[in-house]
């Protein structure tokens, strides 16, 4: 069955560091992975979109990284904001007509001044 | 630009009421879907379309109906609802299928009493 897992589920650091959090996926065949940012109340964001061939994208102060031999992608958080509060999730799309899309469960980051 | 659209923001229904979500958006785009958002898991798909005219089931279809008269226009019924349907639900909309990127609305939290 395809999956997207998200590690940790929830992670609180202070406002000025670095984080990262991880995904491992099972989606196969495979045709994108999109990490989204969702705010408490409001509707997924998109932060990056990388195909199986590209390694690494940035967006600010976001850089995602994709290992598409070991199906696993990253999400680097540097020098964090109140702001970045908020769930962060990784999504696989399937290579089909449609490229449905298969969502992780999400890992929850707090950031505390 | 506002983007995708939905309403209502929340809602209360009464065990087998039935009632329709809205979800309009102005992007011309023309793939359209529905999530629902529950506790610990991921988005999963409910319907969603690939144009007007045009309807497909995704993973969670039972106990809803789609319709796509318009480009714009996406409803998502409730035939008669069910504690089980207690949820965030999401729409959203992309102008293709695979690598291009979905915009989601801002959600409706429907609670089934």
């Known amino acids: 069955k395809n999956q997207v897992e998200q590690s940790p589920q929830s992670l609180i650091i202070l406002e000025g560091k670095n984080c990262t959090l991880q995904?491992?996926?099972?989606?196969?065949?495979?045709?994108?992975l999109r990490w989204y940012k969702q705010d408490t109340g409001r509707g997924p964001v998109s932060l990056t979109i990388m195909t199986f061939s590209e390694n690494t994208k940035s967006n600010g102060r976001y850089t995602a990284t994709l290992d598409a031999d070991t199906k696993q992608s990253s999400l680097h958080i540097t020098a964090s904001q109140l702001s970045d509060s908020a769930s962060y999730i990784c999504?696989?799309?399937?290579?089909?007509?449609?490229?449905?899309?298969?969502f992780g469960q999400g890992t929850t980051l707090q950031v505390k001044p | 630009n506002a983007g995708v659209t939905q309403t209502p923001k929340f809602q209360v229904l009464k065990t087998g009421q039935s009632m329709t979500l809205q979800c309009a958006q102005d992007m011309n785009h023309e793939y359209m879907s529905w999530y629902r958002q529950d506790p610990g898991m991921g988005l999963r798909l409910i319907h969603y379309?690939?144009?007007?005219?045009?309807?497909d089931q995704g993973e969670v279809p039972n106990g809803y109906n789609v319709s796509r008269s318009t480009t714009e226009d996406f409803p998502l019924r409730l035939l008669s609802a069910a504690p089980s349907q207690t949820s965030v639900y999401f729409c959203?909309?992309?102008?293709?299928?695979?690598?291009?990127?979905?915009?989601f609305g801002q959600g409706t939290r429907l609670t089934v009493v």
């Open positions: 959203a909309s992309s102008y293709g299928g695979i690598g291009t990127e979905a915009f």
């Open positions: 379309s690939v144009g007007a005219g045009i309807t």
């Open positions: 995904c491992n996926y099972t989606v196969s065949p495979f045709s994108n």
């Open positions: 999504v696989v799309s399937e290579t089909s007509n449609t490229g449905k899309l298969i």
